[in-house]
């Protein structure tokens, strides 16, 4: 099995920018499909963003497609999730998961492991 640790959440200003981290260990990241979900307050958790196991197709959200960026460091065994131009609907704890399957049952929101999370704040 593999352990998410997510790191790089903060407080920002709208239209700024931050990345997200998640190390993984216990196994390469190369061998899941991976994602980002994001849980804001008194909503349900939502899926962000997806990266393939195989191809490293990328998949985001409408809200935020041309704002973040998903990629993988397989040397590093890290996921990252770049976001640009935050706006303050996208605070909320964001959220690394992992999966042996295919990406489109991750973006469903069923995944094998999951990170404990870590908090974003955009301020306007």
């Known amino acids: 099995q593999v352990q998410l640790v997510e790191s790089g959440g903060g407080l920002v200003q709208a239209g700024g920018s931050l990345r997200l981290s998640c190390a993984a260990s216990g196994r390469a990241v190369s061998q899941y499909a991976m994602g980002w979900f994001r849980q804001a307050p008194g909503k349900e958790r939502e899926f962000v963003a997806s990266i393939s196991r195989t191809l490293g197709t990328t998949y985001y959200t409408d809200s935020v497609k041309g704002r973040f960026s998903i990629s993988r460091d397989n040397a590093k065994n890290t996921l990252y999730l770049q976001m640009n131009s935050l706006k303050p609907e996208d605070t909320a704890v964001y959220y690394c998961?992992?999966?042996?399957?295919?990406?489109?049952?991750?973006?469903?929101?069923?995944?094998?492991?999951g990170g404990q999370g870590t908090q974003v704040t955009v301020s306007s």
């Open positions: 998961v992992a999966d042996p399957s295919v990406a489109l049952r991750l973006r469903s929101g069923v995944y094998a492991y």
